[in-house]
């Protein structure tokens, strides 16, 4: 509550400071405190969080309601002792001043009276009668002023014990136009109040005089001073009736900084201000001392003379004389309330910081309790423990959504190892099957090259490359009896185990139909027959069988419905084989089919092969086709049947280049050597 | 691989696009199958048939004998070059009606 613009003034400095304070705290060590964060649990990082804006927030608060209360609370105590010292300085100035009225008409009849020695005696018992609080009076006279008095007049009157009243001159006991009430306002020429003094032949009282000078009738030099003496027992008692909080006092200090009054005794008519501060080596009471001489009106910082407290005074000069009042109260009596109210306040507020502190740690709990039944639960899951159970919704929070989430993932992640599980054994299944096939296939086909090397009059030689699916390609060559070679190449429908089963069928069935037969076309006829029983499932072969004389080179071949083969005589350009004899094995088990014949000369080539080879495509989906095959052929410049049937491979493979093997691709070359003493070479 | 279903005259017209191959053979022979029925007339439209392989004829020769077998009619139209070649390479252009184009088939197929 800025109640004022100083106070308010004030307090944005010190927020000001305060922040800067903090973020030097904070930017002294930023590494610790981000580590000391991190890692830590959410609750703790909340509870960091909030406490961290909340106790700052709380303290600047609270040191800015302490300061604006205190400057609250300073400004009503130093009115109050304002108005306090003023009250008590009225009381005392008008009981001087008082005296000093009865004095000076005292003083004025005396001098009417022509200075009457018998009058004077009469004035005087009249003077002191009447006030009751002039302890003594005294008309002390220049020499040679009153009658008969040439060495000086000084009657003195004076209350003994309070009500008889005494009567000495003191022109017989001291020689008084020395002392100080005499000669300072003769010399001064006005009224002058005396220093306190202790009264030695009064009564041991302590008093001050007041001295009006005595003025001859149309004279200005003075005939004498005229005294009245007053006792400060009065002011012993006004003083000590002044209260200010429990322990404020108020003193009084004479013209010359001595104490008149003080609640410390010790010091009162003993020590002067200047000299306190000069042997107590204080600055303050010195500046207390220089502003009491100045005759200023003020408040200012105070150390208690009767006990050291810390306080304030203030103080204001005296009307009827240079003198000072002051008034002292404690610092911490000033404050005293206020700090029970802070006291009280941190009562309040540190259970409520605590209070705040056990919520959050509270909430975070709730919120972390499942995190961590969930964290854990996820884990395990993690681990590779799929059946484990998350924790059981208990609220469509983020926390609930988050667990439904993970449920999905973990309902999901089942279903996807349970599919991978499907799909990796209907893989290995198909993986399994597709190596069966392969086996069967390799098994079937010959392996051994050359097969015959005894046998100078022909060469052979094939290959089989498989598909990744097996696509149930066949080749088999073999000697029916000592000059006649049978030799084959098909293609069964279909890929896999089927077709590679079928072709195994169509190998044995060959083996046994060709034993003793040497005409191709009864082989086939029989082949094809036996196939197409129960065949329910159409599978079909095409066959090419060829019977080769080898003594004289005559050749009986039956196509069934088989790619044709290249014929390359040599010297010739090479040509096709067209002749056709029906169709693929296993469709129409009552086919007849004849076969053709033809004279094979030395060195005369023949190519056979599979659709593997003029059906493999490349990326842009075009086909190696018959073209490409004839001018491989056409171009090849050796009749070695190993050279050209790897030529063959590899001019596909080229082909294929970048592109999966579609299907088996099978190559057999024959080449006819002579039927006599033909050589290999080529 | 695609095959589309449409009725002409009373006939079953199936148009066979695309690649019939091994990996599109089972699924033909499945929906080719589901024709057979007594006095079926079933045309095969073989205009959009790219590329054929054993496989392929396999299907076919499957659905001409169920086709026999039910007393209905099978035929073939429209064949692209490289398709008939492989049909007279492998002397399956002998044991199938072949017709040069829809309406011709049609005809066949009726009378």
Redesign the interface.
Same mark, same amino acid.
């Given at each position: 509550m800025p109640q004022s613009g100083f106070s308010s003034d004030k307090s944005i400095f010190i927020v000001g400071d305060k922040t800067q304070m903090l973020r030097q705290s904070f930017s002294l060590e930023p590494v610790p405190i981000a580590s000391l964060i991190s890692g830590r649990s959410l609750g703790f990082k909340m509870s960091a969080g909030i406490l961290s804006l909340l106790i700052p927030m709380l303290i600047i608060l609270f040191y800015y309601n302490y300061r604006v209360s205190q400057d609250l609370l300073m400004k009503n105590a130093a009115e109050n002792a304002r108005n306090l010292t003023l009250a008590t300085r009225n009381r005392i100035d008008q009981i001087f001043l008082g005296a000093e009225k009865v004095t000076n008409t005292f003083a004025a009849m005396v001098a009417e009276s022509g200075f009457d020695e018998k009058q004077m005696h009469k004035l005087h018992k009249v003077f002191i009668g009447a006030n009751k609080e002039i302890f003594g009076t005294c008309m002390a006279f220049e020499p040679g002023v009153v009658k008969n008095r040439d060495k000086g007049f000084a009657p003195y009157y004076f209350r003994d014990d309070g009500a008889k009243l005494g009567y000495k001159d003191l022109m017989e006991s001291y020689d008084y136009f020395t002392w100080e009430w005499y000669s300072r306002p003769k010399a001064l020429g006005r009224p002058v109040w005396t220093e306190p003094y202790f009264d030695e032949g009064g009564g041991d009282v302590l008093m001050t005089t007041y001295s009006v000078p005595l003025l001859k009738k149309d004279s200005d030099s003075p005939a004498g001073i005229a005294t009245a003496d007053l006792s400060l027992d009065f002011l012993e008692e006004i003083m000590s009736s002044i209260r200010f909080f429990d322990s404020g006092y108020g003193f009084l200090v004479s013209e010359k900084g001595v104490f008149v009054t003080h609640p410390n005794k010790s010091l009162v008519m003993s020590e002067n201000i200047a000299d306190l501060a000069k042997k107590m080596n204080s600055k303050e009471l010195n500046e207390l001392s220089v502003s009491m001489d100045e005759r200023r009106e003020q408040l200012v910082r105070h150390t208690s003379l009767l006990n050291g407290e810390e306080g304030w005074l203030y103080h204001t000069p005296l009307k009827f004389a240079p003198w000072t009042l002051a008034v002292f109260f404690s610092h911490d009596e000033l404050v005293a309330d206020l700090n029970a109210a802070s006291r009280d306040m941190v009562f309040i507020v540190v259970p409520g910081v605590i209070l705040i502190l056990l919520v959050v740690v509270l909430i975070s709990g709730r919120i972390i309790a499942p995190l961590g039944k969930l964290t854990s639960a996820v884990s395990k899951i993690g681990t590779g423990d799929i059946q484990t159970e998350l924790p059981a919704v208990r609220a469509r929070d983020e926390i609930g959504k988050l667990t439904e989430a993970f449920g999905r993932m973990q309902q999901d992640l089942k279903r996807y190892i349970s599919d991978i599980k499907d799909a990796t054994i209907a893989k290995e299944k198909i993986e399994s099957e597709l190596r069966v096939a392969h086996e069967i296939q390799m098994s079937i086909v010959p392996r051994i090259f050359p097969p015959f090397p005894d046998i100078e009059q022909f060469s052979i030689f094939a290959a089989l490359k498989s598909a990744k699916?097996v696509g &149930?390609d066949i080749f088999d060559f073999f000697l029916i009896d000592d000059r006649h070679l049978c030799f084959s190449v098909g293609?069964?429908? &279909?890929?896999g185990v089927p077709a590679s089963l079928m072709m195994a069928i169509t190998r044995t069935l060959l083996r046994t139909q060709a034993s003793g037969q040497t005409e191709p076309g009864i082989i086939t006829s029989r082949i094809n027959d036996i196939l197409s029983r129960d065949n329910?499932?159409?599978?079909?072969v095409?066959f090419f069988l060829g019977v080769l004389d080898i003594m004289t080179g005559e050749l009986y071949f039956t196509n069934? &419905?088989?790619?044709?083969p290249l014929l390359k005589r040599k010297g010739e350009n090479a040509v096709w084989l067209d002749e056709?004899h029906?169709?693929?094995l296993g469709?129409?088990g009552e086919t007849e089919y004849l076969s053709d014949r033809m004279i094979l000369k030395a060195e005369d080539l023949l190519v056979l092969y599979t659709?593997g080879v003029t059906?493999a495509s490349n990326q842009a989906q075009e086909l190696f086709n018959e073209a490409r095959l004839l001018d491989l052929i056409e171009s090849c410049h050796t009749n070695d049947p190993q050279k050209v049937t790897h030529k063959i491979c590899d001019a596909v493979e080229d082909f294929e280049k970048g592109a999966e093997q579609a299907?088996d691709i099978t190559v057999l070359v024959l080449r006819f050597n002579s039927d006599s003493t033909a050589s290999d070479s080529t | 691989m695609e095959i589309s279903r449409q009725e002409k005259d009373g006939v079953i017209v199936m148009a066979i696009k695309g690649r019939l191959d091994?990996s599109s053979?089972t699924e033909a022979e499945k929906e080719l199958n589901s024709l057979c029925s007594n006095d079926a007339r079933l045309l095969l439209d073989l205009s959009g048939l790219e590329?054929i392989?054993?496989?392929g004829?396999?299907v076919l020769?499957?659905v001409a004998?169920q086709i026999r077998h039910c007393g209905g009619k099978l035929c073939l139209c429209a064949l692209t070059d490289s398709v008939m070649e492989v049909f007279n390479?492998?002397?399956?252009s002998?044991?199938f009606n072949i017709a040069p184009d829809i309406d011709e088939a049609v005809e066949m197929l009726k009378g």
């Open positions: 699916a &149930g293609d069964v429908s &279909g890929k329910d499932a159409m599978m079909f095409t069934s &419905g088989h790619n044709p056709r029906g169709l693929p469709i129409d659709d059906e299907d | 091994a053979a590329y392989s054993s496989a004829l396999r020769l499957v004998k390479i492998s002397g399956f002998s044991i």
